[in-house]
């Protein structure tokens, strides 16, 4: 939605905040600030996860959230990722993973006769 001139100011300056907090991890490889500020997103991002219908399940929804939490760690210690904006990389991030998720499972299905066919074959 649009944002009024307060909530504007607010918004732009959380994301410097957090951008001056990129700098210093990337000056001090020191990770501390930057796993707690995205911690702090952990309860809307499950909630997101739940309300587009991605798990209904708890343990599915913590399990989800961990991974998308590690890879996002991951992928800002490894100098693949540069984040401005948190809130919006891991609203994307839960996107991509339950995409990713479901086009797996989707090929899953499809091979479920021939991995069948195998595990027969390997259990005799």
Request: with cysteine; hydrophobic share 30%; proline share 1%.
């Amino acid at each position: 939605g649009n944002l009024n001139i307060e909530e504007a100011i607010s918004y732009y300056y959380k994301n410097i905040e957090f951008s001056q907090k990129m700098l210093r991890y990337y000056e001090t490889r020191d990770m501390t600030e930057i796993v707690n500020e995205l911690l702090k997103y952990e309860y809307c991002a499950k909630s997101y996860i739940h309300k587009a219908g991605y798990s209904c399940s708890d343990s599915t929804t913590d399990e989800a959230w961990d991974c998308i939490f590690h890879n996002i760690i991951s992928s800002i210690y490894e100098g693949r990722i540069s984040i401005i904006e948190p809130r919006s990389y891991i609203m994307k991030s839960i996107r991509i993973y339950f995409k990713r998720l479901r086009k797996a499972n989707s090929r899953i299905i499809r091979l479920d006769g021939g991995l069948h066919g195998i595990s027969n074959l390997t259990n005799q």
